[in-house]
């Protein structure tokens, strides 16, 4: 079957690409920021600006990749727990609406901290203290956007997903790493802008993260690297498992299997998902331990890419 | 409402293709260009247009080789696969047990191609929507409604297909399957009469399902669902738990006991 024949394409690729990196991002960014004691709200904040636009152009891909997108709104008529898909579609309007509601509430704590005449009472903290319950609300959802890709793939009948238990673990640690790539890679860019000359570059950053140090800290940066390295190693085991456990399914699991080690799909699945995605991260990663700059850009960079690999690689799979 | 059913028995069929002819004309679907691919089967696959064709298989039958026949369309699970996967219930079944897809709110997601166990519907690139058999149910075009057989068993010349009660089917077919292995047709089996919570359309055949190209076991997609979320949720949980537990939570923890010690001495 030849890529422009299968129901499910390209544009799903990248939807559960970004999907991943959005809600991996706001999971790592949360806990980071919960167990350092507050220190990195910053970069929860980060994770949510940079995850809402994402997460929406994938709605947006996956509405385009259906056959009648004039018909999306038909999916928000119905509330199907046992279709993944309908639950997909819920848990992602959620997680986008109460993400909105967090930024709306940082942008009222920063305006009235700044201009604390202008609010009756504690509003900044009242804002506060709303942005977090909210943002213990919205962790759950995005655990739950990030295993949905997952669970979708397996609740079918192709062998490759649905043999084993493991492909939403799969995409679970790789929508986490891929989320603290993105973070990486984001806060570098925020770092850069913040010590750029542009004015206007810098307001913008200002206006998201309020006026004072929204810079993430270098410790943080280092944080981030070393919990790629873990996710990288945490990823890996899970492939090894998935493969192991798909080969042990009987015929139609060992035909799965040989499609992607040794048939069709085999150079893409080497080269890309564990050259790219894999080894070359985790060699950069460990050799500098997450110093050296260009070395966790680099990791970051091929992560993010390996990410978009396995969910190429295994939704092409489960079509041909 | 009784539960209806075709009975499909492949040791009696021609593989005239009668009821491919007759599919195409009754749901007024066009012809496909095909291409030959070295057997009289044609087309080689179902498609959004085409929604019943005959297989044919060359293979080892009891020692001997045969050339066999069997019939490749929707199997109307009880228990559907599409139907429960479909995230705008646009997949339902009639009274009578047959499963067809409400053109009017398909949104043509695909989900339905994939949880397919026999791989039925296709999606229709021009429509839009994914289409397969509805048993000569679809609107306008509805043949049970009015008393007919579906279009397919109306034009079956040696009588290979049967439309009726699906308990009367079941008991026919078993007596087939019983015939057939009186005269040494040790593996002869009535297909559908358990699989997928009973199917509605049930085929007797020879041999084992493997040889007439059936899942042995078809399962329903959504077998193990709230398995396959509880995996990805406990990845997520140990993932918090480990590698970032330890590389945030944990270094705040040594300085918090290193700022200690220091203020002791």
Known sequence: ?320 | MTEKAILYDSTKCTACRGCQVACKQWNEHEGEETENFGSYENPAALSPETWVRMQFIETDHYGKFAWLFSRNACMHCEDASCAIVCPTGSILKTDEGFVHIDQDWCIGCGNCVQACPFNVPHKDEHIGTARKCTGCTSVGLNRQAEGLDPACVKSCPPDALVFGDRSELVNKGNQRVADLKAKGYNNAYLYGERELGGLHVLYVIDDSPEVYGLPESPQVATKDVVGKWLTGIATAGVIAALPLWFVFKRKQKLEAQQSKTKGGV
Not at chain 1, 276 to 305: D, E, H, Q, W, Y
């Open chain 1, 1 to 320: 079957m030849s890529l422009g024949e299968m129901s499910w394409n390209i544009p799903l690729w990248f939807d559960i690409w970004f999907a991943g990196m959005a809600g991996g991002a706001y999971l790592v960014a949360f806990l980071a920021n919960l167990y350092s004691g507050g220190s990195n709200r910053n970069l929860f904040r980060l994770a949510v600006y940079t995850g809402v636009p994402l997460a929406i152009i994938g709605v947006l891909l996956l509405v385009v990749d259906l056959g009648t997108p004039i018909w999306f709104w038909h999916l928000f008529t119905s509330f199907l727990p046992v279709a993944v898909m309908s639950m997909g579609t819920w848990i992602l309007l959620a997680f986008l609406i109460i993400a909105f509601i967090m930024i709306i509430l940082w942008v009222i704590e920063g305006d009235a901290t700044k201009n604390a005449g202008k609010y009756s009472g504690n509003m900044a903290g009242t804002a506060r203290r709303f942005s977090g319950f909210f943002a213990w609300i919205n962790v759950i959802f995005a655990v739950l956007l990030i295993t949905y890709p997952g669970v979708l793939l397996a609740s079918t009948s192709q062998p490759i997903w649905s043999n084993t238990l493991l492909v939403p673990a799969l995409f679970v640690a790789s929508a986490v790493a891929t989320g603290v790539a993105l973070l990486i890679l984001m806060a570098m860019l925020t770092n850069a802008v913040n010590n750029s000359s542009s004015s206007m570059l810098n307001s913008i950053v200002k206006w998201l993260f309020g006026s004072t140090g929204w810079q993430i800290s270098k410790e943080t940066m280092g944080q981030l690297s070393k919990s790629l390295l873990g996710l990288i190693v945490v990823e890996a085991l899970i492939l090894v498992g998935y493969v192991i456990w798909l080969g042990a399914t009987g015929a139609s699991g060992t035909e799965a299997l040989d499609l992607l080690i040794t048939g069709t799909l085999a150079i893409p699945f080497w080269i890309t998902i564990v050259g790219v995605g894999l080894i070359i991260p985790l060699a950069l990663l460990f050799m500098n331990r997450g110093k050296a700059t260009l070395a966790v850009l680099t990791s970051a960079s091929c992560v993010l890419l390996g990410g978009l690999a396995l969910r190429a690689i295994l939704i092409v799979g489960g079509q041909l």
